[in-house]
Nanobody, 119 residues
Framework: VQLQASGGGLVQAGGSLRLSCAAS????????IGWFRQAPGKERECVAA????????YYADSVKGRFTIAKDSARSSVYLQMTSLKPEDTAIYYC?????????????WGQGTQVTVSS
């Protein structure tokens, strides 16, 4: 599955952004599309994931209640709505596919999209 992340930008703390992840083809129902982020000097972490078929969602504790992941089957896209953003959310955000939550075995890492939250 080829995925392309977009929608990043500069936002003030407390603000919102919506990231988009477009798939080159329709994902299978068994696929899980996840959003990951990597801040400078830190390891990449999974923040949210959604199973394409059931729509079941998974969230990291650090974003629970602030981020919402959703899919659009007609557009073969997954979105990450981010609210109440904090400076510590600053990172490059990537999307990836797997058959398990927060895996990335079915896609290659792209360039990601930069999210910068100013205090």
């Amino acid at each position: 599955v080829q995925l392309q992340a977009s929608g990043g930008g500069l936002v003030q703390a407390g603000g919102s952004l919506r990231l988009s992840c477009a798939a080159s083809g329709r994902p299978y129902s068994s696929h899980v599309i996840g959003w990951f982020r990597q801040a400078p000097g830190k390891e990449r972490e999974c923040v949210a994931a959604i199973r394409w078929g059931s729509g079941r969602q998974y969230y990291a504790d650090s974003v629970k209640g602030r981020f919402t992941i959703a899919k659009d089957s007609a557009r073969s896209s997954v979105y990450l709505q981010m609210t109440s953003l904090k400076p510590e959310d600053t990172a490059i955000y990537y999307c990836a596919a797997d058959t398990s939550p927060c895996g990335s075995s079915l896609s290659k890492w792209g360039q990601g999209t930069q999210v910068t939250v100013s205090s």
